[in-house]
């Protein structure tokens, strides 16, 4: 009870709804202790003889000499379906076991087969309908997967005593180490090794009535590690990995799970209906909170059980405060759905008796991690039959030090995202890991490096900051409210209304807190309005309606149909990551997309290349300071790269693009799911990329850093081959690996040519002769510099590869305008003047290129 007492004196008035909170299930548990007083049948009562019972959900006796753990299963038990979940607590970052990473979730019962008990996952993708017969073939075709036979070493006449021990010390229930692919060679990534059980051990055991958790710090052996992994490691042949396994009771409860629709975008379950002849049998239903109205009656009630959020003690005091004030701004969102005060945001007392990890509680937590590879996370986890979310957990990336990643570090950080690698043990339908923290960090730093460089107050600074923050708080709670990402959202106001405070602040900068945006910095500082949205959007006030709103028996079809019919307001636009444009060739419409802003990210885009350029004509004199290297004025100037970056990519995708639309046939939206991106934008884009990335003076501005960018000297770190900024490969990779490795990806030129079928204008042979003006024609008359130099040669080995007949992956329309291109650039060599030996050597180095590819052979 020493709980509630804190809690009484924190804040009195929360006293009866916090002691039904939602993250207090079974407060009541008394403390773990050795129970002397129940009488055990012989049998049991000498295996445990010398153990401490751990009462709960599932009855534990641990060992006191050795630590080992049996696990009593009662005969009520066998047969019944519980929830698995698995976390890790600590360890390495690079293989995601960092803290609080939410992991496998499953669905498992036990049963009992001769002298052992069978452990089984239960498959939760089917749905039946009970009075179709076709329901008793239920379980035909989807193979048990038993994972662990225990044989029972005691009995009495409620259950069965078996060890835990090959549950719980193994790879059974969680695999825990990724697996790589073949071809990838073994020194590619830092290697656990082995798991040895001997030196493993429990370092927790709890247990309450309806959950019990399970903490144990596994030990992996790896004799000969190839790879000594990162700084974390300390040890790279031995490391310990914290993880917990927590058996949770199926929820007891009138929670109705609620259908998914592909015009609001929640994390779902996907479900089919195996008795159903439609074609598109989908039961899919979305995660959310149980919600339900103290007054059931009343328009606007308290929830019985809040969704209450702990601000874990190690969070700075300083931010304590913009914390939970970024939480409580949730409510406004459930006020919409009917709920009031659905939020509760506390902080953990410095003495509390619970620990963070504990499930019942839900808790924003901090970490400064050596390695940080995710920025912010903010997971939930599910009941998997009916999508109710039983527990959340934010952990925010303390970015430590001066640790400022510098463009070409940032996006080497971006390409060794694990794709290589596959996460067994990670929930494949639970895509919540949120790189957004990272991104908005470089946006952050941009918006800093431009206020700082320009002579801004301290205080412009602070409050940039204090809305970073709430942004970041806002967006992974959303996360944690069942949401997953909007990367239209950026697109609702015009350039003209993003620096209108009056609009801002009553609608909010953008549509919805699950975007990705750019930071937004006026161009004309005099205008400067907000930097980000603090305020949940049209977007998330609607999506909380569609997820939360309670409906009467029979009322829900027709009350979920009429809020999601609103979804063609432009407002409520929507698109999530399977939609967004962030890589090269990955998907089509433009506007659902990371780091950019308004509904004209074009003309946005530009404004954004003229202040990068005007911020760094300041970076020398600002950042050399008496008392410290030039390693600020490096990293400030790779933040500045990486914003010219974002907007480069942002703008390339208009290119080729085809605008989706998700609306139903009865809403009458006007507007086709598939709208090729009108020609006169797609040349826009094109305009906008000659003048700021291609043309031979895009990066004039960048020559006054260039001999400054000098990286720190640490012991020995300097790189072998200088340490020097490399400006040719840096910038060039803006010009490529951002805009035109997108341009001319197979899978962009593919869709233009279909797209041409239902209304798209702008051919590839046009497109690719447009590229050939831009990159070609302003210095055509006189010598090349280096970036064009680099620029030239990098799109003609570029078409050189699409012409070339082994190169099956390109439509054969795409490789015909590349080979007209290629003949079309050698006309234009011969008219070429050139005077200094450079551009002469440059433009014979091409016409071998081109002679070489276009020669009979
Ligand atoms: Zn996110």
Same mark, same amino acid.
């Given at each position: 009870?020493?709980?509630?007492?804190?809690?009484?004196?924190?804040?009195? =008035?929360?006293?009866?709804?916090?002691?039904? !909170?939602?993250?207090?299930?079974?407060?009541?548990?008394?403390?773990?202790?050795?129970?002397?007083?129940?009488?055990?049948?012989?049998?049991?009562?000498?295996?445990?003889?010398?153990?401490?019972?751990? %009462?709960?959900?599932?009855?534990?006796?641990?060992?006191?000499?050795?630590?080992?753990?049996?696990?009593?299963?009662k005969k009520s038990q066998l047969g019944k379906e519980y929830i698995y979940q698995s976390f890790s607590l600590s360890g390495p970052n690079s293989l995601y076991l960092n803290q609080s990473m939410h992991r496998a979730t499953?669905?498992?019962?036990?049963?009992?087969?001769?002298?052992?008990?069978?452990?089984?996952?239960?498959?939760?993708?089917?749905?039946?309908?009970?009075?179709?017969?076709?329901?008793?073939?239920?379980?035909?075709?989807?193979? @048990?997967?038993?994972?662990?036979?225990?044989?029972?070493?005691?009995?009495?006449?409620?259950?069965?005593?078996?060890?835990?021990?090959?549950?719980?010390?193994?790879?059974?229930?969680?695999?825990?180490?990724?697996?790589?692919?073949? =071809?990838?060679?073994?020194?590619?990534?830092?290697?656990?090794?082995?798991?040895?059980?001997?030196?493993?051990?429990?370092?927790?055991?709890?247990?309450? $009535?309806?959950?019990?958790?399970?903490?144990?710090?596994?030990?992996?052996?790896?004799?000969?590690?190839?790879?000594?992994?990162?700084?974390?490691?300390?040890? !790279?042949?031995?490391?310990? +990995?914290?993880?917990?396994?927590?058996?949770? *009771?199926?929820?007891?409860?009138?929670?109705?799970?609620?259908?998914?629709?592909?015009? +609001?975008?929640?994390?779902?379950?996907?479900?089919? %209906?195996?008795?159903?002849?439609?074609?598109?049998?989908?039961?899919?239903?979305?995660? &959310?909170?149980?919600?339900?109205?103290?007054?059931?009656?009343?328009?606007?009630?308290?929830?019985?059980?809040?969704?209450?959020?702990?601000?874990?003690?190690?969070?700075?005091?300083?931010?304590?405060?913009?914390?939970?004030?970024?939480?409580?701004?949730?409510? *406004?969102?459930?006020?919409?759905?009917?709920?009031?005060?659905?939020?509760?945001?506390?902080?953990?007392?410095?003495?509390?008796?619970?620990? $963070?990890?504990?499930?019942?509680?839900?808790?924003?937590?901090? +970490?400064?991690?050596?390695?940080?590879?995710?920025?912010?996370?903010?997971?939930?986890?599910?009941?998997?039959?009916?999508?109710?979310? /039983?527990?959340?957990? /934010?952990?925010?990336?303390?970015?430590?030090?001066?640790?400022?990643?510098?463009?070409?570090?940032?996006?080497?950080?971006?390409?060794?995202?694990?794709?290589?690698?596959?996460?067994?043990?990670?929930?494949?339908?639970?895509?919540?890991?949120?790189?957004?923290?990272?991104?908005?960090?470089?946006?952050?730093?941009?918006?800093?490096?431009?206020? %700082?460089?320009?002579?801004?107050?301290?205080?412009?600074?602070?409050?940039?900051?204090?809305?970073?923050?709430?942004?970041?708080?806002?967006?992974?709670?959303?996360?944690?409210?069942?949401?997953?990402?909007?990367?239209?959202?950026?697109?609702?106001?015009?350039?003209?209304?993003?620096?209108?405070?009056?609009?801002?602040?009553?609608?909010?900068?953008?549509?919805?807190?699950?975007?990705?945006?750019?930071?937004?910095?006026?161009?004309?500082?005099?205008?400067?309005?907000?930097?980000?949205?603090?305020?949940?959007? $049209?977007?998330?006030?609607?999506? /909380?309606?569609?997820?939360?709103?309670?409906?009467?028996?029979?009322?829900?079809?027709?009350?979920?149909?009429?809020?999601?019919?609103?979804?063609?307001?432009?407002?409520?636009?929507?698109?999530?990551? =399977?939609?967004?444009?962030?890589?090269?060739?990955?998907?089509?419409?433009?506007?659902?997309?990371?780091? @950019?802003?308004?509904?004209?990210?074009?003309?946005?885009?530009?404004?954004?290349?003229?202040? +990068?350029?005007?911020?760094?004509?300041?970076?020398?004199?600002?950042?050399?300071?008496?008392?410290?290297?030039?390693?600020?004025?490096?990293?400030?100037?790779?933040?500045?790269?990486?914003?010219?970056?974002?907007?480069?990519?942002?703008?390339?995708?208009?290119?080729?693009?085809?605008?989706?639309? &998700?609306?139903?046939?009865?809403?009458?939206?006007?507007?086709?799911?598939?709208?090729?991106?009108?020609?006169?934008?797609?040349?826009?884009?094109? @305009?906008?990329?000659?003048?700021?990335?291609?043309?031979?003076?895009?990066?004039? !501005?960048?020559?006054?850093?260039?001999?400054?960018?000098?990286?720190?000297?640490?012991?020995?770190?300097?790189?072998?081959?200088?340490?020097?900024?490399?400006?040719?490969?840096?910038?060039?990779?803006?010009?490529?690996?951002?805009?035109?490795?997108?341009?001319?990806?197979?899978?962009?030129?593919?869709?233009?040519?279909?797209?041409?079928?239902?209304?798209?204008?702008?051919?590839?042979?046009?497109?690719?002769?447009?590229?050939?003006?831009?990159?070609?024609?302003?210095?055509?008359?006189?010598?090349?510099?280096?970036?064009?130099?680099?620029?030239?040669?990098?799109?003609?080995?570029?078409?050189?590869?699409?012409?070339?007949?082994?190169?099956?992956?390109?439509?054969?329309?795409?490789?015909?305008?590349?080979?007209?291109?290629?003949?079309?650039?050698?006309?234009?060599?011969?008219?070429?003047?050139?005077?200094?030996?450079?551009t002469k050597a440059h433009r014979a180095n091409l016409l071998f290129m081109i002679d070489k590819a276009l020669e009979v052979k």
């Open positions: 009870m020493k709980k509630t007492l804190l809690l009484l004196i924190l804040s009195p =008035g929360l006293l009866l709804t916090a002691a039904r !909170a939602q993250d207090k299930k079974g407060a009541a548990a008394p403390p773990p202790a050795v129970d002397t007083t129940k009488k055990k049948p012989a049998g049991i009562t000498d295996k445990v003889k010398s153990s401490r019972k751990i %009462d709960g959900l599932f009855t534990m006796y641990q060992d006191t000499a050795t630590g080992t753990l049996q696990l009593y299963v499953a669905v498992f019962k036990i049963e009992k087969a001769f002298d052992k008990l069978e452990f089984s996952g239960v498959n939760t993708r089917f749905w039946y309908d009970a009075n179709n017969p076709i329901s008793k073939t239920a379980g035909v075709d989807k193979p @048990e997967a038993v994972f662990l036979v225990e044989k029972t070493v005691a009995e009495d006449a409620d259950g069965y005593l078996i060890s835990a021990d090959g549950l719980f010390i193994s790879e059974k229930l969680d695999p825990v180490k990724p697996l790589l692919p073949p =071809g990838i060679p073994p020194t590619a990534i830092f290697n656990l090794g082995n798991l040895n059980p001997a030196k493993s051990r429990y370092s927790n055991v709890r247990s309450f $009535p309806h959950n019990s958790d399970i903490i144990v710090d596994l030990a992996y052996d790896n004799p000969a590690p190839y790879n000594n992994g990162t700084n974390d490691i300390t040890d !790279a042949r031995y490391v310990r +990995v914290r993880m917990q396994h927590s058996l949770i *009771e199926m929820p007891q409860n009138d929670f109705h799970p609620r259908r998914d629709d592909p015009r +609001v975008g929640y994390f779902s379950e996907q479900i089919t %209906d195996q008795t159903s002849i439609s074609p598109v049998p989908y039961k899919d239903i979305i995660h &959310r909170w149980y919600l339900k109205k103290k007054d059931p009656n009343a328009a606007l009630s308290e929830p019985v059980e809040p969704i209450v959020y702990w601000i874990e003690n190690t969070t700075p005091v300083e931010y304590r405060q913009t914390i939970i004030d970024a939480g409580l701004k949730w409510n *406004e969102a459930f006020e919409k759905a009917g709920f009031r005060n659905a939020i509760q945001m506390k902080i953990m007392p410095d003495d509390a008796d619970w620990d $963070p990890a504990d499930i019942r509680y839900n808790v924003i937590r901090w +970490v400064s991690s050596a390695q940080p590879v995710y920025g912010a996370i903010g997971p939930s986890f599910v009941n998997p039959k009916t999508g109710q979310i /039983i527990g959340a957990d /934010i952990t925010i990336e303390w970015f430590s030090g001066s640790a400022t990643p510098i463009y070409d570090e940032l996006f080497r950080g971006f390409s060794a995202n694990g794709n290589t690698l596959q996460f067994p043990g990670m929930n494949p339908q639970h895509e919540e890991n949120c790189t957004l923290a990272s991104e908005l960090k470089s946006q952050l730093l941009t918006g800093m490096t431009v206020l %700082d460089a320009t002579g801004a107050s301290a205080n412009d600074i602070k409050e940039m900051h204090k809305q970073f923050l709430t942004y970041l708080i806002m967006h992974e709670m959303g996360h944690t409210l069942g949401l997953n990402h909007n990367m239209k959202a950026s697109q609702m106001l015009s350039p003209t209304e993003i620096n209108n405070t009056e609009i801002t602040h009553k609608l909010g900068l953008i549509g919805s807190v699950m975007d990705y945006p750019a930071i937004n910095i006026a161009l004309d500082r005099s205008k400067q309005g907000d930097y980000y949205t603090t305020k949940a959007g $049209p977007y998330d006030l609607w999506a /909380i309606e569609y997820g939360y709103t309670p409906f009467n028996e029979g009322e829900e079809a027709a009350g979920l149909k009429t809020i999601v019919a609103r979804s063609t307001d432009p407002q409520l636009v929507f698109g999530n990551d =399977g939609d967004d444009m962030r890589s090269p060739g990955k998907a089509m419409d433009p506007r659902v997309n990371v780091n @950019e802003l308004t509904s004209d990210a074009i003309g946005y885009a530009e404004d954004r290349f003229k202040l +990068v350029n005007q911020t760094m004509g300041k970076l020398v004199q600002k950042y050399s300071k008496d008392g410290q290297s030039y390693a600020e004025l490096r990293s400030r100037y790779g933040t500045l790269l990486s914003q010219r970056y974002s907007m480069v990519a942002a703008v390339s995708r208009y290119i080729g693009g085809v605008q989706i639309d &998700r609306s139903f046939p009865e809403q009458k939206s006007g507007v086709k799911p598939y709208t090729p991106v009108p020609l006169a934008t797609q040349k826009r884009a094109m @305009e906008v990329l000659n003048k700021y990335v291609f043309a031979p003076d895009a990066f004039d !501005a960048d020559a006054q850093v260039f001999a400054w960018l000098q990286p720190q000297r640490r012991g020995f770190n300097q790189n072998n081959s200088g340490d020097d900024f490399r400006a040719t490969s840096t910038l060039l990779s803006i010009q490529t690996d951002a805009a035109l490795s997108h341009i001319l990806h197979s899978a962009t030129l593919l869709r233009m040519t279909n797209s041409r079928l239902y209304g798209n204008q702008y051919s590839v042979a046009t497109m690719m002769g447009d590229l050939q003006k831009g990159i070609f024609s302003a210095d055509i008359a006189t010598n090349v510099n280096v970036y064009r130099q680099n620029l030239q040669t990098y799109f003609v080995r570029q078409l050189v590869s699409i012409v070339n007949p082994q190169n099956q992956g390109v439509d054969d329309v795409s490789k015909a305008a590349a080979l007209y291109t290629l003949k079309k650039i050698k006309t234009q060599l011969a008219t070429a003047v050139s005077t200094n030996d450079e």
